[in-house]
């Protein structure tokens, strides 16, 4: 099971998904088929989201209260499109209704798994159709009594999820695991009705590969997106980023789970979830989120993204299963996962004058109790030389200091001495090649996080920053549980390494001026 997982990721990684079809379209069937996925995929666009959104968010639909006349108008422009989809009905009586007291109705729609052993399994796709109607004091921040037409929340999801049907529609084989799509009603009255549904479920709750949710996602601004939810699986970040690529949004990956949408219905239940959002805004529940003011091209994007990721999740290998710590993993420990540890022993201890900084490395500060005061070095003094090595600014020196072994010896010029200065100084804490600090992830195994990049080191120069997962480093994928360190002392002087940074792979290039250190 596990190397399966290895070959999956790692060809994964170096292709995106649709190049994977692509690259493994040797024959003209495959051709055809990975030249079909890539028709689907492209079949997703702004105008048609926009064409929805403009029915669903019409004031003839009163704000598509749950229960009220314009929801039960809402459900039935979404039901002709799932006919047309030729979605089989996945509610009750083999209609696509699934109706809830009093007078609600969840719409499901499925496309039977292609694969024997794996159609029993299934990705649940879906948003909520439903908003608040004309708004009161429990469900508005007013004004109140006037149409809400919710076209962020949630006709762009909703108008997202058709758009994926559509997608889905157009493959010429379904994937491996079956897909069910849900239009929800009544989230706004308290998630009514994915609560309904884990309660009188349609499939079995414990067949659920994954569930992904999108609510608000019209909104899209400097292509940032919120991603909720890759803690419930192990991988899932990882997995996001990678099918990320031929989106390229930014993605701000957080362990917040709040019961703020129906994607907290499955993830109570257990069931590993995903929540894409584009975030809130000022017309967050009030009669002015209307249609003029989404950003279409914005939802064909997260759209786009979330076909890729429901169609991979269809067909990975390897079943999923929830992880049980994401459940004590809160925004909080978040941060004290990706901030900086404790800081490292101050090696040197002195400040520099910034105003000479780009020619002349002077002292401005001495900290005491440190290797530079056990040294006598003073205020006004001017290192020149670092082991005899000439220095050109600061950062130069910073760089040295972090891969050096003790003790060294600095040239210094003081002012009203003739002859220029040697200081032997015993430097604290041990050399870093690289200048950087990882954490381990048990949630994330193939990728570690940087949690500390020191001041002026390679790491520094080459770009890492605090909170990259690193993906590969020397040329080799990260797989927790090896021994890393041992590694990154071997390697070579220039290395390059490929980072997750906000969802999306960068290639960087690191250079260390200590060689490397051979094994013990
Ligand atoms: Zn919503």
Redesign the pocket.
């Known amino acids: 099971m596990r190397d399966c997982f290895v070959a999956w990721s790692f060809v994964a990684r170096i292709l995106s998904a649709l190049t994977v079809l692509v690259a493994s379209a040797g024959s003209s069937f495959a051709a055809d088929r990975a030249s079909a996925f890539m028709a689907a995929f492209h079949s997703i666009t702004a105008n048609e989201a926009k064409d929805h959104v403009a029915v669903l968010s019409n004031d003839t639909l009163e704000g598509r209260e749950g229960g009220s006349r314009g929801g039960h108008a809402a459900a039935k422009y979404l039901v002709e499109y799932l006919k047309q989809a030729k979605l089989k009905p996945g509610g009750d009586n083999n209609t696509y209704f699934q109706a809830f007291a009093p007078n609600h109705r969840n719409i499901l729609g499925i496309l039977p798994g292609s694969d024997e052993k794996l159609r029993h399994e299934y990705v649940l796709i879906g948003a909520?159709y439903d908003h608040v109607g004309y708004g009161n004091a429990r469900n508005s921040y007013g004004p109140w009594g006037y149409i809400h037409n919710g076209a962020d929340?949630?006709a762009s999801g909703t108008s997202g999820l058709l758009e994926v049907i559509d997608a889905f529609a157009k493959l010429p084989q379904a994937p491996r695991r079956t897909v069910l799509f849900a239009l929800w009603d009544a989230?706004e009255k308290g998630l009514l009705g994915s609560q309904h549904w884990v309660d009188h479920p349609t499939l079995a709750l414990d067949q659920a590969h994954m569930t992904i949710n999108m609510?608000?996602i019209g909104r899209l601004r400097d292509d940032r997106i919120e991603v909720h939810g890759t803690r419930t699986s192990t991988g899932l970040r990882d997995f996001v980023t990678v099918q990320n690529a031929d989106v390229g949004v930014r993605i701000f990956y957080t362990w917040e789970m709040k019961a703020n949408?129906d994607h907290y219905t499955f993830f109570q239940k257990q069931m590993p979830t995903l929540l894409l959002h584009t975030g809130l805004h000022d017309d967050y529940h009030r009669p002015s989120d209307d249609a003029e003011k989404l950003n279409y091209p914005g939802i064909e994007r997260v759209a786009r993204l979330a076909f890729l990721l429901t169609h991979a999740l269809a067909e990975e290998p390897q079943s999923r299963r929830f992880r049980e710590a994401s459940r004590q993993e809160t925004p909080a420990a978040q941060e004290a996962f990706e901030t900086t540890q404790a800081p490292t022993p101050i090696r040197l201890g002195v400040d520099w004058d910034e105003r000479q900084a780009q020619s002349r490395i002077v002292v401005a500060r001495v900290r005491p109790g440190t290797p530079a005061a056990d040294a006598d070095i003073r205020k006004g003094d001017q290192i020149t030389h670092f082991n005899s090595e000439p220095l050109a600014n600061p950062a130069d020196l910073a760089e040295l200091l972090q891969i050096a072994s003790e003790p060294v010896v600095l040239t210094i010029d003081r002012p009203g001495e003739e002859l220029a200065l040697l200081k032997t100084v015993q430097l604290k804490g041990r050399p870093s090649r690289w200048g950087m600090t990882w954490r381990e992830d048990d949630a994330e195994p193939y990728s570690v996080t940087v949690v500390r990049v020191l001041a002026g080191s390679a790491s520094d120069k080459g770009g890492l920053k605090v909170g990259d997962r690193i993906l590969r480093i020397g040329g080799r994928d990260i797989q927790v549980g090896e021994n890393l360190i041992a590694f990154m002392a071997g390697l070579p002087q220039k290395i390059e390494v490929i980072v997750d940074r906000e969802g999306r792979e960068q290639r960087l290039t690191l250079r260390s001026k200590m060689p490397p250190v051979q094994a013990e």
């Open positions: 909520h929340d949630n989230e609510d608000m949408s």
